[in-house]
């Protein structure tokens, strides 16, 4: 065969050559989300996209106030970015809110979300976490999550039941805040009088084994020019992860709340798994030494009331003794039940005991209120499985 001819041959038909020659249809990759992104991160996203370097500072401040004081969800609302510049962004970026599942109103005004995040794995379904707010007559406090699951496996904890999936991002965690604007209509961020005024790190999971995230979406909710909830309203819970306490005080500057529920080892040991690996004597002296530790900065502990393990006289006088000179607030918190949970709630005149004698001892112990227990998003009773486990089932 000639030169010629084996040319021909190998060339394919103009049919064949149109399939052959396009372009192969790919999966696109995903627009950056914007949200969750620091200034300098998005200064570098700007950048990127080929925005003037001296411009990208304006640009970064524009869209930091579109998205977090004006609560903007889409570029076409920025009217303070020309035409071609938010047309641009929307080609590249992505404001996308995740996905709600679910809202309940309870008779007592809290409301619950249950949140559908995008999936980093297909062959795995969305993950998904519950975001509770609580309206009070002096404030309006919102639970944010901060793992979807937990590992720590806390014995009175429904959240604990659920296996860990995966940390949440900066931007999930600060989308949970922009959830509850959306929904309460609070845009832009209001000077005074705001209904979502704090904030506590009290749902699904443990911000401390978050610890990089958490510190990024902390600040960025506490921006002053985004939505500017201040430090001082912002409380981080955790179960006691104790190398990681100090940083709170350090690099977040947060208040700091402890789940403790046990006056000794030998009940925290069951209650809290994670005291055998970090005891009581390693948690009190880490809050004895946390940074700017003070009676107007007090920890906080939170302590679960439960029927004949941890509710008597003498288990109040012990957590007397334990917190002695740390300037702290107890919260005293009714055991909020779950379907098949393996406790049961101390009797109201107990918990009242066991308030007064800690009261006696100069410690402010308010007694939480239950809220939200008929849509399950009381204290403890988070859970994000798609199928929900209704509320009726639990024991009254």
Partial sequence: MSEIELSKAETPSLTEN?????????????????????????????????????????????????????????????????????AQLAQEFTLERPEIITEQISKDGTRKWLVRLPSTNPRIPAPEVEVVYIPEADR????????????????????????????????????????ARDALGEWPTPLEGRQLSNIVLMGMG?????????????????????????????????????????????????????????????????LVPLNKKYDLKQLLTACREFPGLSNSRRITFEYVMLKD?????????????????????????????WPGSPYECSEWEQIEVFGDIVNAAGYASPIRRPRGRDIMAACGQLKSESEKIKASQIAS
């Fill in 140 to 179: 309006g406090t919102l639970c944010v999550s901060s793992q979807v699951g937990c590992t720590l496996n806390c014995t009175f904890c429904h959240t604990g039941t659920q296996k860990m999936v995966r940390n949440l991002t900066a931007g999930e965690i600060i989308a949970q805040v922009l959830i």
């Fill in 309 to 337: 393990v941890n509710d008597s006289e003498q288990d109040a006088r012990a957590l007397v003794r334990l917190l002695k000179g740390i300037p702290a607030k107890i919260n005293l918190i009714p055991f909020n039940a």
């Fill in 206 to 270: 443990e911000p401390l084994y978050n610890f990089d995230e958490v510190k990024q979406a902390v600040n960025m909710i506490a921006d002053g020019e985004g939505l500017s909830i201040s430090k001082r309203r912002i409380t981080l819970s955790t179960s006691g992860v104790v190398p990681m306490i100090e940083r709170v005080g350090t690099e977040i500057g947060c208040m700091l709340a402890i789940s403790l529920h046990a006056p000794n080892d030998k009940v925290r040991d069951e």
């Fill in 18 to 86: 149109a399939l052959t020659s396009a372009p192969q249809v790919e999966e696109s990759t995903p627009k950056i989300n914007l949200i969750g992104l620091d200034r300098t991160q998005l200064g570098e996203e700007l950048a990127k996209i080929g925005i003037a370097p001296k411009q990208i500072r304006m640009r970064t401040g524009q869209l930091w106030s579109a998205l977090y004081n004006q609560g903007h969800t889409t570029f076409d609302d920025i009217t303070t970015l020309s035409k071609d510049l938010r």
